[in-house]
């Protein structure tokens, strides 16, 4: 049973409690049956206890879940003077620690009734039959609550006081281990968000460029020009005359449609420069997917979304625009070539005619 004091004397910033049935001013009051003692500390530090109980020294301690009293005094005719040391454990995990408080006790024995005064703003009454004693600490409300101290040594105070330790170590432990596995799972939940949308940028990437026909287009349109050209030469030859200037017209028909195939070719180059910017692109892609699974096995977590399919397609894509670049350059340089070559034969066919 938790208890707490009705109220708390000026010096109260260091007022002890008796725990489970004591409690300072500055903690949680608690109070239990528990009996041990030892060295208090404040973040570790040394207790204000005897390094040994004189053999004419009473100890006895009240011990609780997250604190500890230590009462010691000496008894001359049934008057009672010594001291008191309060340990408890303080903060939020993971920065729990145990400090400590002291002061001097005082009080009075009257067969097994006891008084003592340690730090409350009234005197403790309770009944001593060793080895346990009792004491009746008010609450907050004006009520009393017993709690129960046991006569102990200094080295059940010593293990009593190393428990509150090792119990501020493992809160702050486990709070630890709970903070990095939430920080894990956030990281892991990321990383699958992070690859399932390189994923997608990828399959994305990849459909688009498979489906880009622009340069077959442009090899077309190459193609027809260079067509509309070698029909031009054959009207120049069946119908083009020197003497009614025609020759020289259908001749530079077929040096503007032969200037027309060139600027298919740069069109066709624009769109290759395209194409491989596309490419670029779609190794990003493959690039961000390998590398979200590392994040993943680095984080030890298996991906969530399917890889393979998705990077053989991009692959795939790319070999595929890459073989359709080689194509288009191929066939553009050597229609492009022959729209010239074509152009130099008609001048060199109106030459020839003499006009």
């Known amino acids: 049973m938790n208890l707490k004091p009705l109220t708390c004397p000026a010096i109260a910033t260091i007022a002890a409690a008796v725990t489970l049935a004591l409690t300072a001013c500055s903690g949680s009051p608690a109070a239990s049956n528990a009996a041990s003692t030892g060295n208090s500390t404040a973040g570790g530090g040394t207790s204000s206890a005897s390094p040994a109980a004189e053999p004419e020294l009473t100890t006895f301690i009240c011990a609780g879940s997250n604190s500890a009293t230590l009462l010691q005094w000496t008894d001359s005719n049934d008057d009672l003077s010594g001291t008191y040391e309060y340990s408890s454990i303080g903060g939020q995990a993971p920065q729990e620690q145990v400090s400590s408080n002291s002061g001097g006790l005082s009080g009075t024995l009257s067969g097994n009734a006891i008084t003592l005064s340690i730090g409350f703003e009234q005197p403790l009454y309770g009944t001593l039959d060793a080895p346990q004693m009792t004491l009746n600490v008010p609450q907050a409300d004006g009520s009393f609550q017993p709690g ?41 939940s990321q990383a699958q968000q992070a690859l399932q949308n390189a994923v997608s940028s990828l399959e994305s990437d990849s459909a688009s ?93 298996s991906p969530a979304t399917a890889t393979s399919a998705a990077l053989a397609a991009g692959n795939t894509a790319i070999s595929n625009a890459q073989a359709a670049i080689q194509w288009a350059n191929n066939q553009a340089n050597t229609i492009d070539g022959q729209a010239h070559q074509l152009d130099t034969t008609a001048q060199d066919y109106e030459t020839s005619q003499g006009c």
């Open 148 to 188: 129960t101290c046991t006569s102990g040594s200094l080295s059940d105070w010593n293990r009593t006081v190393a428990a509150l330790d090792s119990e501020a170590s493992g809160d702050n432990n486990t709070t630890l281990q709970q903070q990095a596995q939430a920080s894990s799972a956030a990281a892991v």
């Open 209 to 301: 460029l498979n489906g880009n026909t622009q340069l077959a287009t442009d090899i077309n349109q190459m193609k027809t020009d260079y067509g509309t050209e070698q029909n031009d030469w054959q009207t120049a030859q069946a119908q083009g005359s020197c003497s009614d200037g025609s020759l020289g017209a259908d001749v530079a028909q077929v040096g503007s449609d032969a200037a027309q195939v060139d600027s298919d070719q740069a069109s066709e180059q624009a769109d290759v420069d395209s194409l491989q910017d596309s490419i670029s692109s779609l190794q990003t892609d493959i690039s961000n997917v390998n590398n979200e699974l590392s994040s993943l096995q680095n984080l030890g977590a």
